[in-house]
């Protein structure tokens, strides 16, 4: 399997990044800042897109596998103790294992340089898929932010998760 | 027609309420925790925090003064932020200790709260706390509040560990605390 790694967002990279997270399947997956769960245009989302290069609280990173195949945020704007992070993957890519390994580099990173002691991430209660990837890090659900959005005609709401650092070194000690 | 509950009035924030703002502020019992440290707010700050904001009709958040209709003191505010349209809002109280345990914090909450369903028109309205202010808790819970998250420890506050709470309330749970009141809000989506 290609080997997966993250790397800073740069410049270069925010077209590549705003095309793949125009990808209809990725209408309320794409986790960006005021962002709205609609189709929108690359060209759109680009500005988004841009204030990764140097976000504030945060970092945020490109999942490469021999070219974007994913993006990789996280952010502690309220407090360092408890960061979040959201990963999408591009549909063309997806079901390869490359999202849980981008997870693991991600909390290996929150975990091994900062001061976490847990990070929480959520997905919409629509996304059966999404919830049993986040369920598969090994994670905790912390339950539901209630009539979070619309979507087919029905509010849903957004399943909270928090991977707590001894869960995590516990993981990690297993050698998972 | 002012935002009247059975005690008190909201009403817009004054000059002469700065130094109640920056004592609620800056008190480490309540509201001053995490990024919202150190309590060394000055009048001067909360003045311009609260004197920049321009005219707007895409405002969305509003801050009121909570004032007893009885004698006129000023017991706290009650705010709400990040609205989505029609949708959603994040709302907060803050009461002078002076007033705990009155009902005060509780008419001017659920003040608020009809003012956000009615006028509006929101769908669910959210809270953020955490059990390390269990009062605070009660009093969400009788507004009609539930937990909708917990996340364990994830606070740290007078040297604990807290869990952080998000709370949030829909719309059809509000109206049923208040039959005298009639939902008319047409809902595509339904309950």
Redesign the interface.
Known sequence: MTQVRLRPVDSADVAAVAAMLAHPDLVGRRGLDGDRDAERSATALTASVDGLVNPQDGDAWVVDADGVIGLATAGWWWDALTPWTHIVIDPAHQRLGHGSSAAGLVFDRLFLTTVAVLVEYSVPSWDADGLSFADSLGGERTGARRRSGLRNGRYHDTVGFALRRRTWEDARAAGR | MPLEGDMIRLREVRESDLEMFVRLRNDLATQAW??TLPPDYTVEMIRRRYWDRDFSYRRDHGIFVVELKVGGDVAGMVSYSDVVDR??ASWGLAIDERFWGTGVALDAGDTLLRFLFDELGL??V?LYTHTGNPRAVAAFGKLGFR??????????KSGHHAD?L?M?L?REEWFALHPELEDRLID??GS
């Open positions: 995490s990024r949708m959603e769908r669910v959210r937990e909708a998250v917990r996340v364990p420890n994830a606070i740290f952080n998000s949030d829909l595509p989506f």
